[in-house]
Nanobody, 127 residues
Framework: QVQLVESGGGLVQAGGSLRLSCAAS????????MGWFRQGPGKEREVVAA????????YYADSVKGRFTISGDNAKKTVFLQMNSLKPEDTAVYYC????????????????????WGQGTQVTVSS
């Protein structure tokens, strides 16, 4: 089993920045990729960014390209999401997730493909 704990959410004005962290514990050797997802009010959960555990492969949703950066500290088993130039439409609960399956040089953006999930952290961007 893998446990994931997110932190770093909060309230920020439009144009501001936040950095989310996700600490993994337990059987982390089984993790091959990590992803950040978000779910706004009345919306489906959607991928924000994903990366292989080695960092060699990353994926970004079009809506966050150029503003968000996913990174990881393998030694500390922690993944980060740096969010800059935040917009009100970025308001959501943000979740980190872990994928056990080795997919080669590809990271999946499908929530159903991820095996472990954190509890979520609220990000609110005011206009």
């Amino acid at each position: 089993q893998v446990q994931l704990v997110e932190s770093g959410g909060g309230l920020v004005q439009a144009g501001g920045s936040l950095r989310l962290s996700c600490a993994a514990s337990g059987r982390t050797i089984s993790i091959n990729a990590m992803g950040w997802f978000r779910q706004g009010p009345g919306k489906e959960r959607e991928v924000v960014a994903a990366m292989s555990w080695t960092g060699s492969t990353t994926y970004y949703a079009d809506s966050v390209k150029g503003r968000f950066t996913i990174s990881g500290d393998n030694a500390k088993k922690t993944v980060f999401l740096q969010m800059n130039s935040l917009k009100p439409e970025d308001t959501a609960v943000y979740y980190c997730a872990a994928d056990r399956l080795w997919r080669g040089m590809v990271v999946t953006k499908r929530p159903a493909d991820y095996d472990y999930w954190g509890q979520g952290t609220q990000v609110t961007v005011s206009s």
